[in-house]
């Protein structure tokens, strides 16, 4: 056996220990209680709320969620066989059943994926299958033969970002409005305040960007201040701060009037988001217990945890902001793995089973179990047969959907057929989707509570896939 899993193998076994110290050695479990009582005293059995978890890079869908069935498995061994640690001996797969089994198909998460697989075992995480950019139905003959429209410059991250994020027409790159700010648009008249109700952790994103809604942007520091006012240029007392000066005239300009608009509109939006998020840590949310680093094999803190503690603790805030329907962003980046990708995917999705089983726990403990749901997207999959130490873009992938709302321990979609040539392979194990995200968008925007008509409104395309295009993991 070679180095490297040996190297796994230890880490998974120290691993597994290092979990349940997190658990039951730190203050994580205690500081639960105030989180009960936070929850007991907020006001809002209506609430709802979509996580989006952007893994930013084109994360590898085949080495996430794997067939595991001899012809699959084979398959899969034999175009990861080029690239050490990429093809996973098969004892050291993480194994799931589904409780709707796919013909004669078995399969199982990636090795570091345990906090999924706890989830999954729970039925509070569902996979949906072979997801993708598409404006239309598609099938490789439609391909070779050029008569089916295909979403513009495929494989490219910055185009497949922007089509994976807005989706409302094929403009790619030029999109201007994320499908996350069309469905607040649609939703906003239900928040009393709905300046609180796109909120990123991640900076600006296209898939918060709306018509009429806006996002804020919070880190775990709390909300971000407007630099020229929160430190005032040239060393100048804040009593004399010329920008403030500015923000307090009359303007007879539209643009000086829209700017200052504006400005004390996040103002506001700062100063009340500041006073109704509880704190990180003792007497607030909870802290994220860390995570082993399969590069170091040691504890470290986890980023993505962090923006999904802060994102609890608005969450834990909803009743002082008066909203009850919530629209968040988080990322976590680094998934373009054309080189030394074993230990750097490993890493990456360490974090991610990790966040979502830490996140999943505080939404239980808030009682809001069935009203929040997280889920994941990125630019495209990855190819199935990998370079000399990684792979290249590719197009569809696998994602999970987390929450006590989600109908989970089950698979939405079809799982590809595995091998190089295949009907649904462009190339090197580029699959073609079987599941549009619109339908993926659609299913929990009708959740969240668009309705049929609103729904068709955000995703044009969604008529596209059938008269009933929703894949059903929402209860």
Known sequence: MCKFHQTRRQFLRSAS????????????????????AMAQASSGSDYRALVCVYLAGGNDGHGTVIATDPASFAAFTQARSGAPGLAYPQS??????????QSGRTFALNPYLTGVQNLFNAGRAAIIANTGTLIAPTTKAQINASSVPLPDSLFSHFDQTAAWQAIASNLGSGERVGWGGAVADAIEAMNMNSMFTCISTAGNALFLAGQTSFQLNCTPAGPIPIYGLAQPPFGAPASTNPLSAILGNEESNLFAKEYEVVVNRSIQAQKILAGAMPPAGEGGVANPPQYLDPMTNKLADSPLAASLQTVARIIAGRASLGVTRQIFYVQLGSFDTHDGQAMQHAQLLTQLGSAFEYFDGLMVQMGLSSQVTTFTISDFGRTLTSNSDGTDHGWGSHHFVVGGAVQGQDMYGQYPVIGTDQVNDVGQGRLIPTTAVEQYAGTLARWFGLSDSQIREVFPNFGNFGSSPYLGFMG
């Open 92 to 101: 050291e797969l993480l194994p799931i059943t589904l409780k709707t089994p």
């Open 17 to 36: 220990l290092a979990s349940m110290a997190g658990l039951y050695a730190s203050p994580f479990m205690l500081e639960l209680n105030s989180l009960a």
